[in-house]
């Protein structure tokens, strides 16, 4: 029995759900054997075989993600959630696209991350190779499902995707092209798989797959990330919360820091770098606050405010007084704290208190402050004088990206390639025993 | 009060022992800050102080570790354990001489792991970081306390630890003194701090403590790790468990075979780099088998045998017959497991069945079977031709080790100092805004 068959959530128990959900983690591992050694020619012609195929049935995609639209509407979603949703002829190609982008990436397996020959004659060398079967539980968009498996299958990993409810039909359809386009490559479709169809109990039997997946990447809001963070026995990398600050210093460019302060808040605003706290250095408070507030009224901004800025800008309209809750939020809209800092110091300790981790940034010409600054601000990418919507896998370089990590281990700041990889150690002797 | 004062674990409710292990790793988390941007120069003068004052309080270290033993020793600890615990003036003197190793190796933090000037000129770099606060759960052994502490601030971390009940006299001293030798350096003794009192809801604590524990390092048996991936929330580095396999191939050379199986067996029998099974090619087991048998059994090796071994040494004394259970056993002892297989593939799928992923080698002069060896088997260190006891830190040339790591994620294998850190992206620009 194929345990990929769907099934209706509510015919089965959760433990029925578990035994096959780990079925198909079993799958996954036996089939992510077969692309480990693979060469980097066979992963790259199963990603173009995938890009193909997507084309190839574009009308049969858009047909299944018009099912999720209807149902989208029908129970209400908004218009900014209905078009991350949306499948169009155009998207499917642009989708299709970055999977050949990424086939034309670098392959991370094999590279030797170090390697010497120690004194008693034996070769060392610590190597890149696939982690195994990677775990992905995500929301509405679909062309994250194509984005993981493309950056799965070329880093030599099987994945396992738990997409959210709302694009079901759409994933449904795009799982089994891509399964199909595996084939024609001779490799086992069982290297991209979903546990969609066992709901929200097959996301946590996923969570629980310890030894069978590798690792589990969950991308979503903070209620999805705490969860997995609790329930899950398989290790995890956290990906995306940016309560991101940028702190305008006493000897700051000021046309710098208007530039990059209406970039990095306007430029994007529904993304994990865009600011969302400014902090002003008291001494340019009064040169710096009203230009800041008026280019950014003019692109329609709030601000929220502590009272040494309100009385920067009397009667300012779209100006709220800043409360404890305003430091804390993550708006990922047309909103932004502010407040003035005395010193340096202050802006540092202002940000431990309330950084997620993601991006922090000073604008400085100061030396000894960017230095202070890079020093003591603990996240995981820091910045002097640039836009913190830079902090992006495509911006560094990395080509693709997974995610940004906002935790320590592993990996921290925009995920790539390597990022999906671990090491082995190769150990060469010549009859070498331990004296 | 100082959270730290010893709490009888009978008078604190569960909620009490969580809010004064939170509170402990509070201290950490600011007292990290002090070494985060310390220089090699001061973290070294740490540990040389810390060395210098165990040696000054060995007298009083051991009149503690005294009161462990004397509580062993009514509870019937065994011999082994025993030995493991005791404390002489010797053992001091070489915990503190590891302390003086360990400021001898380079300092990981501030090492640039990548960086590249990008197309629009903004520099990018990615530099090693102190992990921030790390939190050790470990077993009997006293030393080590020390040992992680001394590779911890070496690495720019804070340590909090939970180290076994059986040692709590010996460890409240040792923590105490190197509390105060940091003091002497003008360093906070908030850097290495025991929740031992706290008892086992301690540890609980510690494993809950997400934000303020950056990485939880659990050293000990199957059933403390099991315990610490099930139920902890801050991300954790699994270490230890090695169910070692050597596989002798059709095409090994038999001599260099006898003298590494020996050496992986009996150098040393209790640590998890020991081989815990052995299979041997088929086409050579006549020639190989009564040797080695001959000489396991001068050792006083016990084997767990197949049929097709024990028709090779009828009659033998020390063999019994090997069931399911011998092939999953890591026996820490005197035995080991041995089976015939005729392939090269079926020793590849039972070390698949049967792997820890600690250390896996094949003893043969065929390229190609190394080759294929080292590609599929998926282990932390793969051998070829040498003992798998050259699994270790310090065999690596890594220095000090804090574990061997079997897991996946962010460290494979022996860590050392560098595994101890994260990395941060130092981003800088000139007013660069994204286009």
Redesign the interface.
């Known amino acids: 029995m194929n345990a990929n068959a769907a099934a209706s959530e509510t015919d089965l128990t959760a433990n029925e759900i578990e035994q096959q959900v780990l079925e198909i983690a079993r799958q996954a591992k036996i089939a992510a ?1 077969s692309l ?2 693979a060469t980097r020619a066979t992963k790259d012609a199963a990603l173009l075989s995938c890009a193909d195929a997507l084309i190839a049935a574009s009308d049969e995609i858009i047909a299944a993600n018009e099912l999720d639209l209807q149902r989208g509407r029908d129970s209400g979603m908004s218009a900014g959630l209905l078009d991350r949703l949306e499948l169009t002829a155009e998207r499917v190609a642009s989708i299709a696209a970055a999977l050949r982008e990424v086939a034309a990436l670098p392959d991370p397996v094999g590279e030797i991350v170090r390697g ?1 020959t ?1 004194a008693n004659g ?1 070769r ?1 060398r ?1 190597q890149r ?1 696939p ?2 079967v990677v775990g992905m539980i995500y929301e509405a968009r679909p062309n994250v499902t194509v984005d993981a498996a493309g950056l799965a299958l070329k880093s030599g990993n099987a994945v396992v995707l738990r997409g959210g409810s709302a694009a079901l039909e759409s994933n449904r359809v795009i799982v089994r092209v891509l399964g199909d386009a595996l084939e024609q490559v001779k490799l086992p479709r069982e290297l991209v798989q979903s546990v969609d169809d066992y709901g929200r109990e097959g996301g946590v039997a996923l969570m629980r797959a ?1 030894g069978l997946v ?2 589990l990447v969950p991308r979503g809001g903070a209620g999805l990330i705490r969860t997995v ?2 329930q899950s ?1 398989v ?3 956290e990906t995306g919360t940016g309560n991101v600050h940028i702190y305008v210093d006493a000897d700051a ?1 000021l ?2 820091a208007l ?2 302060v ?3 808040k306007t ?1 994007r605003v529904g993304v994990c770098n865009a600011v969302e706290t400014l902090l002003v250095h008291a001494d340019v408070a009064e040169a710096f606050v009203p230009r800041m507030y008026a280019a950014l009224t003019e692109r329609n901004v709030t601000l929220h405010a502590d009272d040494r800025i309100r009385n920067l800008i009397p009667g300012g309209a779209n100006v709220a007084a800043a409360t404890e809750t305003d430091w804390e939020t993550e708006y990922l809209d047309y909103e932004l704290a502010v407040r003035v800092v005395d010193t340096i110091d202050e802006a540092i300790e202002h940000i431990r208190s309330y950084s997620s981790g993601h991006t922090e940034c000073i604008i400085t010409e100061s030396l000894a402050a ?1 230095e202070q600054f ?3 601000v ?10 913190t ?3 992006d896998g495509g ?3 990395l080509g693709a990206e997974l995610g940004i990590s906002t ?4 990996a ?2 925009p995920m790539g390639l390597a990022e999906l990889t ?13 004296p």
Request: overall charge negative; charged content about 20%.
């Open positions: 054997r480990a050694t010497s120690l034996i060392l610590q190779v982690m195994g310890r590798d690792v963070v609790e026995t290790p995890t990398i460019d046309d710098h530039e990059i209406i970039n990095a430029q960017s890079t020093a003591e603990d996240a995981a990418v820091v910045m002097v004088n640039a836009s919507r830079f902090t911006m560094f370089g935790q320590k281990l592993h921290r700041g671990t090491t082995k150690w190769l150990v060469l002797g010549d009859g070498h025993v331990r």
